[in-house]
């Protein structure tokens, strides 16, 4: 069984930073592409940011891109989400997702599993 569980939120100032992390299980983690989703109180989930599976390749959404990083690493079978320059529109819980094959994917129908979520709050 697929499981994968994220950590690292919490709350932060507006321009501060935060690393999250997520651990997977019960899969050839190297195998698939990576993803971060979030939402907003009262929003749909929205992509974030995403890695193939050599973490050689990323995609961003345009409102992160230049503070966010994805990276991976496939020994440790963990994806991570360096978060800088944080702004209070960042508030959101944040999920890590395995994408359905080894490509890039921004679009949730191309993820199958799904972690809890981690909150992060950022204040202003």
């Known amino acids: 069984q697929v499981q994968l569980v994220e950590s690292g939120g919490g709350l932060v100032q507006a321009g501060g930073s935060l690393r999250l992390s997520c651990a997977a299980s019960?899969?050839?983690?190297?195998?698939?592409?990576m993803g971060w989703f979030r939402q907003a109180p009262g929003k749909e989930r929205e992509f974030v940011a995403c890695?193939?599976?050599?973490?050689?390749?990323?995609w961003y959404a345009d409102s992160v891109k230049g503070r966010f990083a994805i990276s991976r690493d496939n020994a440790e079978n963990s994806v991570y989400l360096r978060m800088n320059s944080l702004k209070p529109e960042d508030t959101a819980v944040y999920y890590c997702?395995?994408?359905?094959?080894?490509?890039?994917?921004?679009?949730?129908?191309?993820?199958?599993?799904w972690g809890q979520g981690t909150q992060v709050t950022v204040s202003s």
């Open positions: 997702a395995t994408s359905r094959t080894n490509y890039l994917a921004r679009r949730e129908e191309g993820y199958d599993y």
């Open positions: 019960g899969r050839t983690f190297s195998s698939y592409a």
């Open positions: 890695v193939d599976w050599s973490g050689g390749s990323t």
